[in-house]
């Protein structure tokens, strides 16, 4: 997401991808429009030819986000023939690698605004909400996949899963921001996948 040249993209698309470069390290508050344009070398006049305002842009980097999120999720986990539980294990281990190389100073866009900005941004909250529902809506497919394969506990229901799954993983990304390395995100993965996760009569 973050690697990408400005003059392959259109005017929009590159105040959307350097705004999401600049939220992932900033933050809401501490984005300022003016240095995305400086960077993407647009006249001040010009950004609201594109966007009604701050929060309509933010949320238009959140879909943005979204569309890429999803690519990811269905690139990793194309192969039909893996199973369910080891294309999620792909998925998080992927994201995490990813993470790794901006040197644990960057988690998901998402968590980080929702922490930062909560409900308080309507467009925002809503675009944030479609990215949670549309990612979890993938990671119940699979789960449901993975119990009928019998690797995941079918004594709970796929959105109780998922839900442990998201909210799981915002935590675990929460605390390798604060220890600056991957080592509690990998344990809390490992227990979740080989403990909390599995059949119960295993």
């Known amino acids: 997401i973050m690697n990408f040249d400005h003059k392959t993209f259109t005017t929009k698309e590159s105040l959307l991808h350097?705004?999401?470069?600049?939220?992932?390290?900033?933050?809401y508050h501490g984005t300022g429009i003016k240095k995305i344009l400086d960077v993407v070398n647009v006249p001040k006049g010009s950004f609201y030819n594109y966007f009604d305002s701050k929060e309509a842009y933010v949320a238009e980097i959140i879909d943005e986000y979204n569309r890429q999120a999803l690519i990811l999720f269905d690139s990793l986990t194309a192969d039909l023939e893996?199973?369910?539980?080891?294309?999620?294990?792909l998925l998080y281990r992927h994201m995490l690698d990813k993470y790794a190389e901006a040197n644990f100073q960057q988690g998901c866009l998402i968590g980080s605004l929702a922490a930062e900005i909560g409900h308080s941004l309507e467009l925002c909250q809503k675009a944030m909400q479609c990215n949670v529902d549309n990612w979890l809506s993938r990671v119940k497919a699979l789960i449901v996949q993975a119990q009928t394969e019998g690797s995941i506990r079918a004594d709970m229901t796929e959105e109780d899963i998922a839900e442990v799954f998201w909210c799981t993983w915002e935590g675990a990304l929460i605390r390798m921001q604060m220890d600056g390395n991957a080592a509690s995100a990998n344990k809390v993965l490992q227990v979740l996948f080989q403990q909390l996760l599995i059949p119960t009569d295993k």
């Open 82 to 89: 893996s199973p369910a539980i080891e294309k999620l294990e």
């Open 18 to 27: 350097e705004g999401m470069r600049q939220l992932a390290e900033n933050g």
